[in-house]
């Protein structure tokens, strides 16, 4: 039964093993897998900047063993769209905001994407940001996630025009952070009840969002 | 060039603010029409991609296509054969008719079925492949007799065409069916899936042979299989029970 573990700079020391094998497996994803060859570390795990404290990671693991995850970062700090894929957005800027996050990272490992994996992932996804009082959160993908998102009962609202990533279409967009999401995508994988595990010692995401920009 | 891409941005942009304000199937049309029309567009299909077991026009959203050619194609079963159909199943990613390859000698009904596409007036194309979750398979297929497809429209009809296609489905697409099953009829199924006999399973529940049978039954009748086998298969495959 897979369940998803928040994990933010309060409990990562607890699992250290976890985020070891979780940077491990986005080396695979991302470097291998992808050919994101620009991310390739000598010792195969993948990070970058934004993992820092202010990332939280929302970590799939079935049986001990990592299955996917994704990472939130507050836009209100430089993040990747407005370092790096300003030209994405429609506007010229990024959508920022104490309640708009940016996820990055998502993945899930290749043997367990034809099953539910992915729609548990979305649904902790949203129910942790209902949780956290998130009213959007912002992405760059490719542009075949848009009908998957669709599919699972996500508001997702393009911020500019698809434009070639790595030789890709991708998209920046802007999801929507609502119960209705959180029921759709769980009805479609017949879904019941939280699988979110979160640490009391976890402080809320919003005490640790600075606000002004740094 | 920049004045002309920042005009298909904004039309891209209009178009997918006023499909939210639209709410039949004749209204996507239109609107599809006219927007698609700036392209080259005349004609296009909103369709699931039938399982070997399904016939196409029972997946078909919405279509704007000249009658005559659509009787021939789902008459003919062309979907079986259509080198488009057989490329949407293997990308992500949008392209136009022409890269859809097909060989004459394994394929002999592909150039049949682009020909006789051309003789409607459909002789150029570009297609969206959906690829959900749970395996969901889709596509928006859209043409016309001469297009403007260049690096500068593609990504504005990318677009444009994934949300099309969405609303075709929130408005058009059965929700999620609720799982048909009873508990009981649920819980026979598991056991039988895990090899268990009727006799075996009324024991384990605490009923009688008759009962877990007539579970069964009911069970295959609701989906349409042909006896236990069939129904643990479908059950699983549709994911009404886990095991």
């Known amino acids: 039964m897979t369940s998803i573990q928040v994990i933010t700079k309060d409990n990562r020391t607890y699992y250290s093993d976890v985020l070891d094998e979780y940077f491990h497996l986005r080396h695979k994803v991302f470097v291998e897998e992808r050919g994101w060859h620009d991310l390739r570390r000598p ?3 993948e990070m970058d900047a934004y993992d820092n404290d202010h990332a939280t990671y929302l970590i799939a693991l079935d049986k001990g063993r990592v299955i996917g995850g994704l990472r939130l970062y507050p836009t209100l700090l430089p993040h990747m769209i407005s370092e790096a894929f300003p030209h994405l957005v429609k506007e010229r800027g990024a959508l920022t905001g104490a309640t708009i996050l940016e996820c990055t990272r998502y993945f899930i490992v290749k043997e367990r994407r034809t099953g539910r994996a992915d729609c548990r992932l979305l649904a902790a996804f949203q129910q942790f940001c209902l949780e956290e009082g998130i009213t959007e959160v912002t992405a760059v993908v490719e542009m075949w996630w848009l009908p998957r998102w669709h599919q699972a009962g996500f ?5 500019g025009m698809p434009t070639l990533v790595e030789g890709q279409p991708c998209i920046a967009a802007a999801i929507r952070i609502f119960e209705e999401s959180l029921e759709r995508v769980s009805r479609l994988a017949s879904l019941r009840g939280s699988f979110l595990s ?4 976890v402080s809320s995401d919003r005490d640790r969002v600075p606000h002004v920009a740094a | 060039m920049s004045g002309r891409s920042l005009d298909q941005s904004t039309e891209a ?29 005349e004609n296009f299909i909103v369709t699931g991609l039938p399982h070997p077991d399904q016939r196409i026009e029972t997946l078909v959203l919405l279509k ?3 009658l005559d050619w659509y009787r021939r194609y789902t008459h003919n079963g062309y979907d079986r054969h259509d080198p488009v159909i057989r490329l949407c199943r293997q990308t992500v990613q949008p392209f136009e008719w022409d890269e859809a390859p097909y060989n004459p000698e394994t394929n002999p009904k592909g150039a049949a079925i682009m020909h006789g596409a051309a003789e409607f007036g459909m002789k150029q194309g570009y297609c969206l492949p959906i690829h959900g979750l749970n395996g ?3 596509c928006l297929s859209m043409s016309g007799p001469q297009l403007d497809l260049t690096p500068q429209t593609k990504p504005a009809l990318h677009l444009m065409a994934i949300y099309a296609f969405e609303r075709a489905r929130q408005i058009l697409a059965p929700s999620p069916q609720p799982n048909p099953l009873t508990a009981r009829e649920k819980e026979t ?7 268990k006999s009727a006799a075996d399973t009324g024991e384990i529940l605490g009923v009688t042979e008759r009962t877990i049978t007539a579970h069964i039954g009911s069970a295959c009748q609701k989906l349409s299989a042909a006896n236990k086998t069939h129904a643990v298969a479908r059950a699983l495959q549709h994911r009404l029970i886990e095991i």
């Open chain 2, 136 to 138: 969901f398979e889709a």
């Open chain 2, 64 to 66: 704007k296509w000249p």
């Open chain 2, 189 to 195: 199924l598991r056991w039988a899936a895990l090899g």
């Open chain 1, 43 to 45: 010792d195969g795990r």
């Open chain 1, 155 to 159: 508001k997702v609202r393009p911020l």
């Open chain 1, 198 to 201: 979160r640490d009391p010692r």
């Open chain 2, 13 to 41: 942009f209009d178009f997918i603010q006023e499909l939210d304000r639209l709410a039949t199937s004749d209204e996507i049309v239109d609107a599809m029409e006219r927007s698609f029309a700036r392209f080259g567009f």
